[in-house]
């Protein structure tokens, strides 16, 4: 059993070759429970507080363990973090030559035949999209890996990217005429031929749940999985064990089958007249919900004669244009890719309209100009659990935000890791010292129509206090536009709010102003890392609960009661409890930061639930007096 003093020990490798580290005992134990799971086999959930060090105290065991180690995160933004500045560091603190590789899914990097496709295809784009396409046309004959993070001068969204990259629907894969060169396949083979490889759990999930994305014969070579940011995996393996249609897939269908008609079948005029029909059915049946955006259990689609008229008109479309293209297979590559596409999309929209699967949840979403079908299990734990006993490795769970109460029943739940391990770091941080956490007397009920003027009028004094630098955060986008145009004209200090900008743009900007204050809702919650005096206050509306309204909360809320069960307890407030330790974790991220963590919750104190959020944030001091707040921030 490696002993891991040598390593993060206060004389160790890593105290004499990194600048600024210093000795943690609780990195140094979780560092010692990974490399011990990894060296005798089980699974280790483990949650290690803000300033454990938990990265490299998973990453040292995974590379002087000699074995292969699939290393996934909940962001690409934490991905290339590992990737491009923990791992080299390590790597070179270490002397250890293990080789990496970084693996994205396939929507990440350029397809050279879209490109060319889409080239030919110039006519159909907008102004902005042809100056986009030529600058990635350029970028193209220069780049080695095709990596489009590459480009970040097109912004992530932009409309051109589905236009130059692949999915699983529409790749070619070995019939692709430009295979040889084919970015995602270089990426591939040298995650295969890497000691440790860095994927994200949308990746990862889709694999798991054989919608294969990127490995190939690299999942199953694997001798320990290690899922950073694990509080993120339910739902993304939900989303990924379950099946869906959207607009934008069967609008690409449509475009990808007029562009192949041209190349290979120009003898055939019907085939565009059928792909455009498909095109405007799709379109229309977009414009059948409405035009807000906004999620909705299946019962509101049977409900809307328009909306099932316009889906059994998608469904005719859909079944003349694949009668067309089975009756021109074997004419040319893309055209058969087309047919495949059309029937795999046939078979999932007929399985969403099957109204006897009890054991999945259906729900429908739009987008501004899109939708997407969706069929959801209800319950993920003996799926995962299935595919972890076909994967025989070592698994380790980890993320600052796990444990509930002190407790791994919810998240071991979810998933089905009933015979875990689990251990719980708490951060090193002094928080008693370090932050101060404030509940407003004389709340009123966060259902009351005053309570957001109450918490925009509470907030001013106290961004008064911390002169500004201070994250409001929102439990939904309604009351961020609410305190958004009532604290416009009443702040004397930078305001930023989400939508103005990028996410990352606005952080950016917030850094550097010094003394901004920043609204947002639940992506700014958590994975936003701002230390220093720039972030000294996080003003918190209310307690985290999901909306009782989304379709798929609710139809998981009505399996429990069901079976018994009470969904409020051992669902909906575990997910809340975690939800706030994201929120209240933006604040202290440094041994030297400090600041004030307010919740304008009266169910804090007055509901006997609002124990459990206590025991799960960290032991700051606790007031309800503003003044303690004031003479906090003139210390």
Not at 271 to 294: H, K, N, V, Y
Not at 362 to 378: C, G, K, M, Y
Not at 474 to 493: I, N, P
Request: hydrophobic share 40%; proline share 5%.
């Amino acid at each position: 059993m490696t002993d891991y003093t040598e390593i993060f020990g206060p004389d160790g490798w890593l105290a004499n070759r990194i600048e600024g580290f210093s000795y943690r005992r609780q990195q140094q134990e979780m560092a010692q429970a990974v490399g011990r799971v990894m060296e005798q086999g089980g699974v280790l959930i483990c949650e290690a507080g803000t300033g454990t060090g938990k990265t490299f105290a998973y990453l040292a065991p995974a590379m002087i363990s000699g074995l292969k180690v699939i290393i996934s995160t909940g962001t690409k933004n934490l991905q290339d973090q590992l990737f491009h500045r923990d791992l080299p560091m390590l790597r070179q603190s270490l002397s250890n030559p293990i080789s990496i590789a970084l693996l994205k899914g396939r929507a990440n990097y350029l397809c050279i035949h879209r490109l060319e496709n889409t080239l030919v295809e110039e006519i159909r784009l907008t102004r902005e999209q042809v100056g986009q396409l030529q600058a990635i046309r350029s970028w193209s004959s220069a780049t080695d890996s095709g990596d489009i993070s590459e480009m970040p001068e097109i912004a992530e969204d932009a409309g051109i990217w589905p236009l130059v990259t692949s999915t699983t629907d529409n790749c070619l894969g070995q019939e692709c005429s430009a295979y040889a060169e084919c970015h995602l396949m270089d990426a591939r083979k040298r995650a295969q031929e890497a000691g440790l490889v860095v994927v994200n759990h949308h990746l990862l999930c889709a694999d798991l749940a054989l919608k294969e994305e990127g490995f190939g014969e690299l999942l199953p070579s694997a001798d320990c999985f290690i899922l950073d940011e694990a509080h993120q995996l339910p739902e993304v393996a939900g989303n990924f064990f379950g099946d869906s249609v959207s607009g934008r897939q069967l609008l690409d269908l449509a475009r990808d089958t007029v562009t192949e008609y041209h190349r290979e079948a120009k003898d055939f005029p019907d085939l565009p007249e059928s792909a455009e029909r498909l095109q405007r059915a799709t379109r229309d049946m977009r414009l059948a919900f409405g035009l807000d955006q906004r999620r909705g259990a299946w019962a509101e689609i049977a409900d809307n004669p328009s909306v099932i008229a316009h889906l059994d008109g998608l469904l005719k479309h859909l079944d003349r244009l694949l009668e067309m293209l089975r009756a021109i297979e074997g004419r040319g590559k893309g055209l058969d890719s087309c047919r495949e596409r059309c029937e795999v999309l046939m078979q999932r929209l007929k399985g969403l309209k099957d109204e006897d699967d009890a054991a999945s949840i259906r729900w429908f979403e739009t987008q501004r100009q899109s939708f997407r079908l969706n069929r959801t299990p209800l319950e993920i734990s003996d799926i995962f659990r299935s595919v972890m006993e076909d994967h025989p490795a070592s698994w380790v769970f980890t993320s600052a935000t796990l444990a509930v109460g002190g407790s791994f029943e919810h998240f071991a739940g979810q998933l089905g890791l009933d015979e875990a391990e689990t251990h719980c770091w708490d951060s090193p941080f002094d928080y008693p010292r370090q932050a101060v956490w404030y509940v407003p007397k004389d709340l009123p009920d966060p259902n009351n129509p005053e309570f957001n003027r109450t918490v925009s009028d509470l907030s001013l004094p106290i961004l008064q206090a911390s002169s500004g630098r201070a994250f409001l955060l929102y439990t939904s986008h309604r009351a961020l536009q609410e305190a958004a145009g009532y604290l416009k004209d009443k702040l004397e200090y930078p305001m930023l709010v989400q939508g103005e900008a990028p996410r990352t743009e606005l952080v950016e900007r917030f850094r550097k102003l010094g003394n901004a204050v920043l609204l947002g809702t639940s992506s700014f919650w958590e994975g936003i890392d701002v230390r220093g005096e720039a972030l000294s206050c996080v003003i918190i509306d209310k307690l985290p609960f999901a909306s009782p309204g989304d379709p798929v909360l609710q139809a998981r809320i009505d399996a429990l009661r069901k079976r018994g069960g009470n969904p409020f307890m051992t669902f909906q407030l575990p997910q809340a409890a975690i939800a706030l330790k994201q929120g209240a974790g933006r604040l202290i991220r440094d041994e030297r930061d400090r600041g004030v963590l307010v919740v304008c919750d009266p169910r804090l104190l007055n509901k006997p639930y609002g124990k459990l959020f206590i025991r799960s944030l960290p032991p700051m001091t606790k007031t309800q007096d503003l003044d303690v707040l004031r003479r906090f921030f003139s210390l």
